[in-house]
């Protein structure tokens, strides 16, 4: 019940600190959501039980979509007006534009698109890979681990994204492999398919929740008998665990990528041991 408690907090934390900013517009301050970026920017939240819709200009001028009533309870659809004044130069129309989220959204990426924003040009999703490199240190947080001792870790990943700047969903193949010491003599070669999602996702950097989602697992385990020689027992697993874990990608160039990660901190359905959970890593990610 923790576990899902925790996840369901960490997730709500997500959406709120990823999806709102504050804005100044007329001398009032608001938190608004970003539907739509590109050369004009439609931003939203519903105050005091009501939609309000405003936009962002290039030249950072912000001003509210008005649709108010008049004597007669009926909509004049002010907005029309002070959106065909914005994208009067294109063949964009907002005759038919309806007072929603879904239909402004629509409408603000086809005047972006129409002007020729890049970010516009093409909304068909295009799946780009990703090469990362990464090692770190683990206490293996699912294997018994009596003294709870840390050892050294390394590995690769691809990772296979959306070309859509606004997409937060990511999948990921991995492999690792973790050595031993001389306290822990347990040597394991681990392939992972996950997925993760970025709750906040900036074009400098981002963070996820990172999750294993079925993993294989080679392993060799040395234990040592008094009198007798060392035995050696050697295993091979498939596991379903849903491990979850936090990660982050800081942009270093166009193309590059510094990666911090906290992972295995809990999982759905493999237990952990008594340790607190150490499991972090450092590495480096490039586009392909």
Known sequence: MKKILFLLVLTTCSFS???QQQYTVNGKNYELKTAVEGNIDLLW???DKQFRYFVKTTDGNIFELINTKNTNNKYQEEYKTQLSELTKNTSVSAAN??????????FFKQYNTAIGDSAYLDERPILKSRLGLFGGITNHPF???ENNSTVPFFGAELEVISSLKTSRHAG???IEHALDNDDFKYTTTQIALGYRYRFINNPSFNFYVNTHLATYNFSKNTIAMIGLPNEVVKNSTFKIPFAFGLGADIKISNSSFMTLAYNELFAIFVDSNSNFP???AIGYKLNL
């Open 143 to 145: 294997v018994n681990n």
């Open 278 to 280: 150490v499991d972090f």
């Open 97 to 106: 534009l309806k007072f929603t989220l879904n239909d402004l959204t629509q």
């Open 17 to 19: 600190v990823s999806a």
């Open 172 to 174: 990921f193949f991995s």
């Open 45 to 47: 939240n519903s105050i």
